[in-house]
């Protein structure tokens, strides 16, 4: 399996951001994907997580702004990320759990300027 990560880059706060992050190897639909970001010095976290049914479940820092969405014919996750905050600077990954596996994807640095 492999996870590929893009849309990153360096934007002012209040703008928006499109992550993509196309899957190869295993179709993801019966499985969790999940969004993570890690700042500079800090633990990586959790941030949203998209499930086979569609559902979809948000840390509270990102709840309301970003969106996590699926195109199940392209393998393809997206994150939407709207009203993009200095605090949502990190580099942020996709992973894929299967069972007791877990992938991830090489990351994308997004930068937003105060």
């Known amino acids: 399996v492999q996870l590929q990560a893009s849309g990153g880059g360096l934007v002012q706060a209040g703008d928006s951001l499109r992550l993509s992050c196309a899957a190869s190897g295993r179709t993801f639909r019966d499985y969790d994907m999940a969004w993570y970001r890690q700042a500079p010095g800090k633990e990586r976290e959790w941030v949203a997580t998209i499930v086979p049914s569609g559902a979809t479940n948000y840390a509270d820092s990102v709840k309301g702004r970003f969106t996590v969405s699926r195109d199940v014919a392209k393998n393809t996750v997206y994150l939407q990320m709207n009203s993009l905050k200095p605090e949502d600077t990190a580099v942020y990954y996709c992973?894929?759990?299967?069972?007791?596996?877990?992938?991830w994807g090489q990351g994308t640095q997004v930068t937003v300027s105060s």
């Open positions: 992973n894929l759990k299967i069972a007791s596996l877990s992938y």
